[in-house]
């Protein structure tokens, strides 16, 4: 059901909902009609009556077949049906309203009071009487859902099914369900699924082009070739099978437009109408004859003005492999020559076309310009397939190796980038190649946590600029030596290399090097809280001037920083500049910034404005977009640790359970991820001994860890407290977490809360309050804040200030759940501002029906199932039961609700 969650709930609320429902599903062959309705059967209470039946090819003449089909697989055949009314439907010599009554008499038989579910599968070969009945159950009364099956470019005006589908348009409130294709992400999480193991992006990427994302032909491919590596599997020819089953479209061709479907198979994926005509020398009439049977066919779609594309690649390649090879080398040849002769603006096409002609010269010449051509619009992996088709012919060409190292990288593909990028930089003929392919390298051996790497890389930058004289290749290799400093975090060096890097770029008239520069100082400066300002000054100043000159990567990580460091002054503002970062990404066809921190930018957003299960939400799309790829490097799992720490926020403890086995999977996790969730998820599970001993751990791996965060060091801390962890580790843990760099009011607040602990409410008080307005702390902890200067203003009894606290507490905290609105109730309730025996009542109606299932230990997905949900939408329920109570975990709701 991967890619088909929500239309099996949408089915699911139709079918319990005890009022009669009429649905539709409509797709291409192989899509998962059939699937999605027996998984929807599967769900049903036994009590639910379900009848099943199918038209097949031919159907037209056999009147009531789908009813027949439907008898045919009776479980109870024999017993329910009444043989009389049999015979009268399928005697020819009564009325046809007799017989329709007869077929309505026997459906209300078989189904009577019950709860039921009527499947018509296959309605495009559906006879008219089979039309009609299924039309006449749709105005019957009763808990029964009516569901339709159909192939849409299969239905012509001739046959029942179209009338069929107007009328109950008009009659009925039809619900529709369209099936498509499965995305990118889907069909790697399909191909996850069946191998068991996250899948090779490019293996991904091209079994998705050459399926279509049509999960029969991935099923299909996967099970008649079994035991292969996915990456081989994209080039091992079609199954005798399922090439018999995609050839059969056009078996019954005439000579011509045989001829002209050949030469579409070999023109590529887009065929322009004026070049099939010139390889083909078809006329214009005969040509748009042939096209438009094609297209009725299902053969062929229009994707273009003048533009034609097999409706599934995998005809294309059914076809193609019937050809002999000479013959496809001759229409290459052709195709290749209108090209040249016409000037054609698409190198893709030439070179493939070169390529398949075997005139190398002129697909090494399209290649190079494609490549370009392609990293240019942001198409990085069209990109890459254009260099690597000339690295085939001239594996030592650095030109080419340039662009398969760019474009790997941009891509995601790092192996294959880094591989490249050695390569560019060894063959590399002038000091500006050497410096380029560094620059590369660094970037791809910290992202690959190749740190010794990183190092020689830049003790050979610096070995390259002592060896050149002032210009344009020194300041490059300085910009190389201050990008490494800056992702090794040595600041000082980030800023010496980048200022040096400026003055040559000013001295010398070199914009791009500028520019450059100027992203790694003020993604530096940003970082910082002291000069916080003046990057922000220097980033906003330079995004407009990189997207002019079309640097799109440099427009894209100086919005990231922008973004990712002190937020913006509002939500609008910092939610423009996500979605500025994310096109300026595409653009680039810069992946990690388009997809995977795009996600976390709008999760971070959400906290702006204490949306929990906003950010939970934005979080999980993305981990759901990037978990089903194989992965190597510091993006890995890189939604993992910030999703776990929103677990813990939520009270979700078994989900955050989950995450650290998924991380623990996964080789490249910064050194201090699973530890410091670990220690994390034991605090609030109170554990004390656990948490020592996760505690040790902790530390242990900090010392690899050269940044620090207030955010870690504010929620560790509140949660150590919680468990109450001795004084003594309570300071150990706090000196671990803080450094000079830490922004003063999240040092404020850590230590105002082990000051509060040691009991010395008043001064804690006073640093509570200093803080209190501080945006840099973002609403949720300034939420936290209030209710810690509520609880210490209750300690000296001033009980006024302390109820204004918590009232603002409240508003802050108001779309947030778990340990901080259960700490902000303990204060209410000590305050007398809530009423515990009143907790049912704020619950919803649907929320109460949750909160019983709950006391009754059922997990999410066991919720889901019982609800007709999603899990994720039950984890929602859950977290707005948790922060409306009060409370931090299940085990309270059960213990709340058996008061009532």
Not at 66 to 71: K, M, P, R
Not at 231 to 257: F, I, N, T
Not at 634 to 644: I, N, T
Request: aromatic share 4%; hydrophobic share 45%.
């Amino acid at each position: 059901m991967i890619g088909r969650e929500s239309e099996l709930r949408r089915l699911a609320r139709l079918a319990s909902s005890g009022e009669p429902a009429v649905a539709i599903i409509a797709g291409e062959p192989g899509v998962g009609k059939t699937r999605l309705v027996h998984e929807l059967l599967a769900t049903l209470p036994a009590e639910t009556v379900v009848l099943v039946g199918q038209a097949e090819p031919g159907s037209l003449s056999r009147p009531y077949e789908v009813l027949l089909d439907a008898i045919d697989d009776w479980p109870q055949k024999g017993a329910d049906i009444d043989e009389e009314q049999l015979d009268a439907l399928t005697d020819a010599r009564r009325s046809p309203v007799e017989r329709l009554h007869t077929g309505l008499a026997l459906v209300s038989d078989l189904i009577g009071d019950a709860p039921a579910v009527i499947v018509f599968e296959d309605l495009h070969w559906a006879d008219s009487e089979s039309a009609a009945l299924f039309e006449r159950i749709a105005d019957q009364r009763g808990p029964r859902l009516l569901i339709g099956t159909y192939r849409p470019e299969e239905v012509t005006r001739r046959q029942p099914v179209a009338g069929l589908l107007a009328r109950m348009e008009r009659r009925h409130a039809v619900a529709h369900v369209r099936l498509d294709r499965l995305t990118p992400s889907q069909t790697a999480a399909l191909l996850a699924a069946a191998t068991g193991a996250p899948a090779p992006m490019r293996a991904v990427t091209a079994l998705h082009h050459r399926t279509g994302g049509n999960p029969f032909f991935l099923e299909e491919l996967l099970r008649a070739l079994p035991g292969f590596d996915l990456d081989e599997l994209v080039d091992q020819p079609l199954p005798w099978s399922l090439a018999e089953v995609l050839r059969r479209q056009v078996d019954d061709l005439d000579p011509v437009s045989h001829r002209i479907v050949e030469a579409a198979t070999v023109l590529g994926h887009r065929i322009p109408f004026d070049l099939l005509a010139d390889v083909t020398g078809a006329g214009e009439d005969e040509l748009i004859t042939v096209l438009r049977d094609l297209v009725t066919r299902g053969v062929l779609v229009e994707s273009g003005v003048d533009e034609f594309a097999f409706r599934h690649a995998l005809v294309r390649e059914a076809i193609a492999a019937q050809m002999l090879g000479r013959q496809r080398r001759r229409l290459h040849e052709a195709a290749l020559d209108v090209l040249l002769r016409n000037g054609s603006s698409d190198p893709a096409m030439v070179a493939h076309h070169a390529c398949g002609a075997g005139r190398y010269d002129d697909m090494i010449a399209a290649a190079r310009r494609g490549a370009a051509s392609y990293l240019s619009i942001g198409s990085a992996y069209q990109a890459l397939q254009l260099a690597e088709m000339g690295l085939d012919e001239l594996p030592d060409d650095v030109e080419l190796l340039a662009f398969g190292a760019r474009s790997a990288w941009l891509a995601g593909l790092l192996d294959d980038a880094i591989r490249y990028g050695r390569r560019w930089r060894d063959l590399a003929g002038s000091a500006t190649e050497r410096a380029e392919s560094l620059y590369l390298l660094v970037r791809l051996a910290w992202e690959l946590r190749e740190h010794a790497e990183v190092r020689a890389l830049t003790r050979d930058i610096e070995t390259l600029i002592a060896r050149l004289p002032p210009g344009a290749d020194q300041a490059r290799a300085m910009t190389a030596i201050a990008q490494s400093a800056y992702l090794t975090e040595d600041h000082d060096t980030v800023l010496l290399w980048s200022d040096r890097a400026l003055a040559l770029a000013g001295e010398f008239d070199l914009p791009t090097v500028r520019l450059a520069a100027l992203v790694e100082k003020g993604s530096t400066l940003i970082d910082r809280g002291r000069t916080s300002a003046e990057g922000r000054r220097i980033l906003s100043g330079l995004v407009d001037e990189a997207e002019a000159a079309g640097e799109w990567v440099l427009a894209a990580r100086a919005l990231h920083a922008l973004v990712d460091g002190e937020p913006p002054t509002s939500p609008a503002e910092h939610g423009a500049l996500l979605e500025r970062m994310r096109v300026d990404a595409e653009r680039a066809g810069f992946e990690q910034l388009s997809v995977a921190t795009y996600y976390r930018g709008r999760a971070r957003l959400a906290l702006r404005t204490g949306d929990l299960t906003g950010a939970i939400e934005a979080l999980e799309e993305g981990r759901e977009r990037d978990r089903n790829y194989r992965r190597r490097g510091r993006w890995a799992e890189y939604h993992g640790v910030f999703l776990a720490g929103l677990y813990l926020e939520a009270g979700e403890l078994d989900r955050v359970e989950r995450v650290i086995a998924d991380l623990t999977a996964v080789a490249d996790n910064p050194p201090a991820a699973i530890p410091g969730l670990a220690f994390h998820l034991a605090c609030r599970r109170g554990d004390l001994a656990a948490a020592e001993a996760r505690m040790t751990e902790f530390v242990t791996a900090m010392a690899e860890q050269t940044w620090r965060s207030g955010e870690q060091a504010h929620d560790l801390v509140s949660a150590a407290l919680e468990v109450g962890l001795e004084p003594g580790k309570l300071t150990r843990l706090a000196g671990v977490l803080l450094d000079d760099e830490m922004w003063d009011a999240h040092e404020i607040l850590v230590n105002a809360q082990l000051t509060e602990a040691r009991g010395r409410p008043g001064e804690a008080l006073a640093a509570y309050l200093s803080i209190a307005d501080a945006h840099v702390l973002g609403p949720v902890i300034r939420g936290t804040v209030h209710v810690n200067a509520a609880r210490c203003l209750l300690a000296a009894d001033r009980r006024a200030e302390a109820e204004t606290h918590a009232e603002t507490a409240g508003g802050l905290l108001a779309q947030w759940g778990g340990w901080r609105v259960a700490e902000l109730n303990r204060v209410r309730t000590r305050l007398g501002l809530t009423e515990s025996d009143q907790a049912p009542s704020m619950l919803t109606p649907r929320e109460r029906e949750v909160a019983i299932l709950i006391t009754d230990g059922l997990t999410n997905t066991e919720l889901a199932r019982r609800l007709y949900i999603s899990p994720k939408t039950a984890a929602v329920h859950v977290s707005n039961i948790l922060r409306k109570l009060g409370i931090s975990s299940r085990t309270e709701v059960a213990e709340l609700l058996t008061r009532f």
